[in-house]
Structures are given as structure tokens and as C-alpha cells.
């Protein structure tokens, strides 16, 4: 019964770090292209089509801003923004990769209506009639994002012994107080990488076809060893472990 419950636990952590991390699970977004280049990576990005939605909320029309593909800013009552996100494969020995920007391309719009504000996660279990509508007056009335870097990097993550950042793509710069909106239309930008591309990983088959699908830059890399595992237990317990140990083995 113990050695059941122990390889049920094990299997059940396994799902929810699958879980956990399916949201990077989504190769090279269409809208950006990849290229490495002697001091980091050069990336290319083309806004794809949009379109601008009406919503009528609390006796009032906003204007929703749709991009197939796209995450929205998450801060409930701001204006929901769509911005772009993806991992980066970057040397263990790097601290903090920096943005740089080469070009880009904007128009400028004069809004007839505000942006339509982000709101609160709300459960299924309950109508979404009932849910109040967040909206953040002060904000509204300064100049928004206007003037926030339209790429930022995240402190690096460690994932399996793989180093990693998240970098984020703002396309859409928006100054409630205005009602303008800036749209980036496209933009070239460098991710430069200070510490070279020594890349001493040591990865096995099946985490290395993960890493292609989580880092869009992730070339692959013939695992150096196989990968080896210590498992201690009492005696009594090796026959019925046995579909554990071969379920971590595969």
C-alpha cells in the first residue's frame, strides 16, 4: 500500500510539472524569427493582423484589442493589452541577458473609445453577470504604458538543470489620459548574451525534444551521458518499486 501510494504521488507530481509548464510548450511564435549571431540572438518581430472588438460594459463601449496567438497584460481594471511572450535558451554562466533595440516600425491612433479594462479571474461555477466590473479611474487618466520598454527579459529560470529566460514583446502603447494608441507594427531587436555560447549541458533524449518545444532558440544537443538514478529502498520493497524505477528509467 505505501509503495503504491509513493508511486502514485510520483506520477502525480510528473503530470503537474507537465501541467505547469505546457504554457511554454509552443515552439517559435509565428510572429518572430530567430537568428544567433556572434554576441546573442537577433530577433525579428511582425505584428500579425488584428482587429478592435466592441464591449459594452458598466453603460459604457470599449474597444478590445484581438491578436491570434497573443497573451493580454494581466493587472485587472488596466486597459487589456496583447503582448507576446517566449523562452530563450541562454548559457548557464549568464546573468542577466540585455535588450537592445536595432528599428522599428509604428503608426499612431486616435481612439473613439477607451481600451477595454483587464478583469478579475471569475469561476466557471458562477455567472459572469455577477462578476463586478473592475475598472482603475486613476490610471485612466495618466499616460498609461506610453513610455515602458517595448521588450523586457525576466530574471533567468532553471529548468531541469537548463537555464532560461522569459522575454516579452509590448506591440501596443497606450495612453488612456490620450486615448492614443502606438502600435508596433514591426521591430528588430538583439538579445545580447555577454558570457559566449558555452553550452556544457548535459541533456537527456526526451527532455532534449522538451527543450525544442520550450526555447525558441534551443538547436538540440547529443546527451553527453545516460542518465542515472539512486533509488534507495528497503529490500521488501524492489519488486513492487520496479514499475517506478522503469517509468523514471523511460
Known amino acids: 500500500m505505501l509503495v503504491q501510494t509513493l508511486f502514485n504521488y510520483f506520477r502525480k507530481s510528473i503530470f503537474l510539472f507537465l501541467i505547469s509548464f505546457n504554457f511554454i510548450l509552443a515552439g517559435v511564435p509565428d510572429a518572430i524569427s530567430v537568428s544567433k549571431v556572434s ?10 493582423a488584428y482587429k478592435f472588438n466592441a464591449i459594452t460594459a458598466d453603460g459604457n463601449e470599449y474597444l478590445r484589442i484581438e491578436v491570434p496567438g497573443f ?10 493589452l496583447p503582448i507576446l511572450s517566449f523562452n530563450l535558451f541562454i548559457p548557464f554562466d549568464e546573468n542577466q541577458p540585455a535588450a537592445e533595440i536595432l528599428s522599428t516600425e509604428v503608426e499612431q491612433k486616435l481612439l473613439t473609445n477607451k481600451i477595454y479594462p483587464k478583469q478579475q479571474p471569475w469561476s466557471k461555477n458562477e455567472s459572469l453577470s455577477d462578476r463586478p466590473f473592475v475598472y482603475d479611474y486613476g490610471y485612466y487618466n495618466t499616460f498609461g504604458n506610453r513610455d515602458e520598454a517595448l521588450v523586457t527579459i525576466s530574471e533567468p529560470f532553471i529548468i531541469s538543470g537548463v537555464k532560461g ?4 514583446v509590448r506591440p501596443f502603447k497606450y495612453s488612456p489620459a490620450e486615448n492614443v494608441l502606438k502600435v508596433v507594427k514591426s521591430l528588430r531587436f538583439k538579445i545580447v548574451i555577454k558570457e559566449g555560447f558555452v553550452l556544457n549541458y548535459n541533456v537527456s533524449a526526451p527532455y532534449n525534444n522538451f527543450f525544442k518545444e520550450a526555447f525558441v532558440n534551443y538547436e538540440g544537443m547529443s546527451p553527453t551521458s545516460n542518465p542515472r538514478y539512486l533509488i534507495i529502498t528497503a529490500p521488501e520493497y524492489e519488486a513492487a518499486l520496479e514499475p517506478f524505477v522503469n517509468h523514471k528509467m523511460n
Open 165 to 168: 529566460v522569459m522575454v516579452t
Open 39 to 48: 554576441d546573442g540572438y537577433v530577433i525579428d518581430f511582425v505584428l500579425p
Open 71 to 80: 497573451g493580454v497584460t494581466p493587472l485587472a481594471g488596466k486597459p487589456e
